[in-house]
């Protein structure tokens, strides 16, 4: 094996280890929801997921695996980025797929630490991660302005998972047989739109908070989940979101064995 069928090699196992450990949390954390919508339990955090994992037989091994993972997943992110893997290019738009990529790397690095916290019986932080960051930029120089443009971000983010689903822009990258795709196209789809729905809700109530200059109107996953099952016909609402976060896990995992994982900056022809 040469140095580059070794590279490439590597980076190929990176990422559908990434892909497989990103669908198990999502697949947790849509079960998780679901039980927030019909029971009165707590609404739950993407974190939560761990906490499940940890509960169960072996869940020290469990956890330091999922943050390996996690870890796995950060790293192609990256590679996706700085190499330009999917070529996206230079242009304004491209640019902003690959600095949303760095964002990603960087909230599962984050989602990795806290599972390894939990691994080491370090407990959870059971703050409110998004309000709290919302409270340290207010108090920036221009930190109203920055915060908006955080909200504003994220709802960029939710508008290229609906695209992505309308358009079906995975499927360029898909290799499976037309029989797989006509069930795996569907999954995709309203997986990537639900989870664009979770991006849109927080970033709308953090504009709302660098609007009124009011950290506490940030919500975070869970307070947006919380907030969404008070309202009319909220657990209904709640409970089809929640199936369909499930079905974005059932996508990432899906990724996990059909995506083509590409090191070169040549994109597939449609």
């Known amino acids: 094996m040469t140095q580059r069928q070794a590279l490439i090699w590597s980076v190929r196992w990176l990422a559908r280890i990434g892909y497989g450990a990103r669908g198990v949390v999502y697949l947790i954390f849509g079960a998780l929801a679901l039980e927030t919508a ?11 997921s761990l906490g499940v994992l940890q509960g169960l ?21 990256l590679v996706q980025s700085l190499f330009d893997t999917d070529g996206h290019g230079w ?3 491209g640019l902003s797929v690959r600095l949303a990529l760095l964002v990603s790397a960087a909230a599962h690095i984050s989602l990795a630490w806290a599972g390894l916290r939990l691994a080491m019986a370090l407990g959870r932080d059971e703050g409110r991660p998004v309000q709290s960051a919302v409270a340290r930029v207010l108090a920036w120089p221009g930190g109203r302005e920055l915060v908006i443009a ?5 709802l960029i ?18 290799v499976a047989s037309p029989a797989a795709m006509r069930w795996i196209d569907p999954v ?8 664009g729905l979770l991006f849109a809700g927080i970033g709308a109530f953090v504009i709302y908070a660098g609007l009124t200059v009011d950290a506490s109107e940030a919500l975070d996953v869970a307070g947006l989940l919380a907030w969404v099952r008070e309202a009319d016909y909220g657990r209904w609402w709640l409970a089809a979101w929640a199936l369909g976060v499930i079905l974005f896990g059932a ?20």
């Open 38 to 48: 019909f029971t009165l339990s707590a609404a739950h955090d993407v974190r939560d």
């Open 57 to 77: 037989p072996g869940g020290r091994g469990l956890l330091v695996a999922m943050a390996a993972g996690l870890i796995a997943y950060a790293l192609w992110r």
């Open 91 to 93: 242009r304004p738009a």
């Open 150 to 154: 955080g909200g504003v971000v994220a």
């Open 157 to 174: 983010v939710a508008v290229a998972h609906w695209h992505k689903a309308v358009r079906a822009g995975f499927r360029r990258w898909f």
């Open 188 to 195: 995709s789809r309203i997986g990537l739109g639900a989870r």
């Open 251 to 270: 996508y990432s995992v899906i990724e996990a064995f059909v995506r083509r994982v590409e090191i070169s900056s040549t994109r597939p022809r449609q």
